[in-house]
């Protein structure tokens, strides 16, 4: 996804002309969704002084309570409207998998602060288990394929840190010239997109109060919006996964 050098004695090929061009795009792309678009707070990006809890935001909604990201005063709190289907359309004349890639980096990094602003919040007596909206629980599954249940702040580290091994393995993520995608390119960045949709999930709900408090309920919407837009267009989630958005689908 860098663009190729070459000397000023030296011409480049057409094939690796078009290479160098396919890649810049790819990083104006990712530039564009990752710093315009999502344009989260400064503060995000350093450390946050957050303040302690009261023991009822610790604790969570009471299973009674209707839904707080479905309250309507929220829901208006939405960043402005944004054409989501234009935005994870796949331009004309770039690269699926350059495209795909870019999406998937700018959603890890969103996701990953997020999560980041409540993470003080999700513990192992608040969280034992990895839900979402509905009552859904999910299990972690290891690189052998053992199921196991873990507390929702081990599942999120093992979401962010398999993420960000992969998105750096220069065989699955190329950056170097030369370097291609991997034919099992597509497969790869369904499982990160799942996984990141469980953290999603998890948020929504257990952790939406805290957004709310801290303002940034909007950004989470917008998060969901892009991810979901870009399920729709390019199939990348099982029919089962989504379901458990539908509720939350009025937010994004």
């Known amino acids: 996804m860098c663009s190729a050098e070459w000397s000023e004695s030296e011409s480049p090929s057409p094939e690796r002309a078009e290479r160098s061009q396919r890649s810049v795009v790819g990083v104006m792309c990712h530039a ?60 004309l004349g770039l690269d699926y998998n350059e495209w795909l890639a870019s999406h998937t980096l700018a959603l890890f990094d969103h996701v990953n602060l997020l999560y980041g602003t409540v993470s003080e919040f999700c513990t192992a007596a608040s969280c034992p288990d990895m839900t979402g909206p509905g009552g859904r629980t999910y299990a972690w599954y290891d690189e052998r394929g053992k199921k ?36 099992q390119f597509e497969g790869v960045v369904r499982r990160v997109v799942r996984l990141l949709f469980h ?41 089962k996964e989504t379901e458990v958005g539908a509720e939350t689908a009025q937010a994004g």
């Not at 009261?54 to 909604?61: C, D, H, L």
């Open 148 to 183: 196991s249940r873990v507390a929702a702040p081990q599942y999120v580290d093992y979401v962010m840190t398999f993420t960000q091994k992969t998105v750096n393995d220069e065989t699955v993520f190329p950056t170097k010239y030369a370097n291609e995608f991997p034919a």
């Open 32 to 91: 564009v969704v990752l710093g315009v678009l999502f344009s989260l707070p400064s503060y995000l990006y350093s450390a946050v002084p957050f303040r302690k809890a009261r023991r009822k935001e610790r604790e969570g909604e009471p299973a009674g309570d209707p839904k707080l990201y479905l309250q309507e005063a929220l829901l208006e709190r939405k960043l402005p409207e944004l054409d989501m289907r234009q935005l994870v359309d796949l331009p």
């Open 199 to 239: 953290v999603v999930a998890h948020m929504y709900a257990a952790h939406f109060r805290q957004l709310a408090l801290l303002r940034l309920h909007a950004h989470l919407h917008l998060t969901f919006a892009h991810l979901t837009a870009l399920d729709r267009r390019f199939a990348l989630l099982d029919h």
